[in-house]
């Protein structure tokens, strides 16, 4: 009798649950829910109202997601739940939660109701710049060798840096919170009654290694003297991924439809589990994972440090595998603020009347034009940079806009900046001795625009290979609650098992363009000057206008 798994994909404005045949891979049903609450950035629920890099949401979305899409994947599909062998969710990272012991997040009890340190940190929450700063510093004036695991820079996203905001910001909320915990591990808390930490966000995010633990106490107190406690509002109850971490409880079997006693697997990052979703089970395939932001996800056999990664985590992608993570802030969105701030009204109108959405007309427009025939390139780094320069205080740029520069222009100027933000970590990593010999993509820009898939492609001079579920990263998860559940009931001994038995890719491929190769190589070396220019010190305009930005701002 066939057996089913569901994969719970927790993006940023929405999650999604998606339900497959273990054996067949075949996805029988999804469903979507948009977070009521979507990414507070200017205002909490109640008017409160946020400083200028906020990005919160709130967790009673998350719960709501469960509630409205595993119910509605069950029914779709007319599966039986006692065939349903498993469940795994996945997420952004590093998305932030203070909580009580019991799993409370503080944000929920009426007394922090209006406190904005109460709420979760989402993973584009960029307001701990200052102490990822000085994090940083203090790191490297001290010798700390686990640095450069994580390229030489702790990111602004990540754990630390944003609990050092609360402590600094709101030190009663540090104080009450007995615990911060990933958002992928909070959920999967909620559906079987049990905290584990997953390895995947303990590595990339908390700074944890699997040879090493944590680092030292004293690096702590270093930054400072209240934070010696930190260890034990993070946890050390680490889990590797693939493993089951508990079973559906009662009460979530009740809301969710699913049945009781369902093998719950450990959480995950969203970028993560979409690698064995696209059949990679081995090293130097690079899988970018393309949304609102670009992970790139390769997996290696040796420990490398590679500067402006955003780490190395034995096990962290696959068991048995270093995997490495980079990644750029600003893709989906890059395009977002273009389509909605910078389109005129003619070409919406023009659009609707060949009912074409406007990426198609855009694309429509720039049907035979060539690499470099607008005289335009742009900076991609409109949210900051990730990878390689992990600054997130660098803004975007356009140069060469000229009265005869037309929105398609910008629009082709702005993915070619992104495949070339790509192109510096392909290239950052070869020259660290972590190969890159083959290409993937997935998320939904993979597929569904083709005009900025062959630039890739053109940019990077590879073969870009597509993967072939539009749902990379719940299909990734339903893969790992196939392996949680296990190979006696029906699903997997491992996650390359499932990798090479259900993942998979498109038949055709995306070929580099002969006669646009060299073109872009031109273009890629100018990028690479303004990119140093600009990122690297020579010029810190972009970080003196942020500055007046929020000096004004405050007056």
Not at 342 to 364: F, M, R, V
Request: net charge negative.
């Amino acid at each position: 009798m066939a057996k089913y798994t569901i994969g719970v994909d927790f993006g940023t404005l929405s999650g999604r649950a998606l339900i497959i045949d273990c054996a067949s891979g075949r996805e029988l049903a999804e469903s979507i829910y948009d977070y009521p609450h979507a990414v507070m950035d200017r205002t909490l629920p109640d008017g409160t109202k946020l400083g200028i890099d906020w990005a919160l949401q709130h967790p009673q979305d998350y719960i709501d997601v469960l509630i409205h899409t595993i119910p509605e994947v069950i029914r779709k599909s007319g599966v039986n739940r006692d065939d349903i062998i498993g469940v795994a969710t996945d997420f952004t990272a590093c998305t932030l939660i203070p909580i009580k012991s019991d799993g409370t997040p503080l944000c929920m009890l009426k007394e922090y109701e209006s406190e904005p340190h109460a709420y979760v940190k989402l993973w584009k929450h960029h307001a701990a710049q200052d102490e990822a700063n000085r994090l940083n510093f203090i790191a490297e004036q001290r010798g700390e060798k686990w640095l450069q695991n994580y390229g030489g820079k702790i990111s602004s996203e990540w754990a630390v840096p944003k609990i050092w905001q609360v402590l600094n910001e709101a030190p009663d909320v540090y104080d009450a919170a007995d615990k911060f915990i990933e958002a992928a591990d909070w959920i999967v808390w909620q559906l079987c009654g049990k905290e584990s930490r997953n390895s995947c966000t303990a590595g990339y995010k908390e700074i944890f290694n699997k040879a090493t633990g944590y680092p030292e106490v004293d690096f702590f107190a270093a930054l400072d003297p209240k934070l010696k406690n930190i260890l034990e509002k993070l946890g050390d109850n680490i889990t590797p991924l693939g493993e089951k971490a508990g079973c559906v409880t009662r009460e979530m079997a009740e809301i969710t439809g699913l049945a009781e006693g369902t093998a719950v697997a450990v959480g995950n990052v969203d970028a993560h589990v979409c690698v064995p979703a696209v059949g990679i089970d081995g090293p130097g395939k690079m899988l970018a994972i393309m949304g609102t932001s670009t992970c790139h996800m390769i997996m290696g056999m040796q420990e490398k440090q590679v500067p402006g990664m955003c780490g190395v985590v034995a096990d962290g992608i696959m068991p048995g595998f270093f995997g490495y993570e980079a990644g750029q802030s600003c893709v989906g969105d890059h395009f977002s603020w273009f389509i909605e701030n910078c389109i005129p009204a003619s070409y919406c109108e023009e659009a609707n009347q060949k009912g074409i959405d406007i990426h198609q007309l855009l694309a429509e427009k720039l049907n035979g034009r060539k690499p470099g025939d607008s005289g335009l390139l742009a900076l991609d780094w409109w949210n900051g940079n990730r990878s390689v320069l992990v600054d997130v205080d660098l803004t975007g740029m356009i140069l060469g806009c000229t009265l005869l520069t037309k929105p398609e222009d910008i629009y082709r100027a702005l993915i070619e900046a992104t495949a070339f933000g790509t192109r510096v970590i392909v290239e950052n990593f070869r020259a660290n001795g972590v190969a890159v010999e083959e290409f993937y993509a997935s998320g939904g820009i993979s597929q569904k625009n083709p005009l900025m898939m062959q630039i890739y492609a053109d940019v990077l001079g590879m073969p870009i290979k597509i993967a072939s579920t539009a749902h990379g990263p719940a299909y990734g998860s339903a893969m790992f609650a196939a392996v949680a559940a296990g190979k006696n009931v029906g699903g997997y001994d491992s996650v390359a098992d499932a990798a090479r038995t259900i993942g998979a890719v498109i038949s055709e491929n995306y070929i580099p363009v002969e006669s646009n190769i060299d073109v872009y190589n031109s273009l890629f070396d100018e990028y690479a000057k303004l990119h140093d220019y600009f990122g690297r010190g020579q010029n810190d305009i972009m970080k003196r206008l942020k500055k007046l930005q929020l000096e004004v701002s405050d007056a």
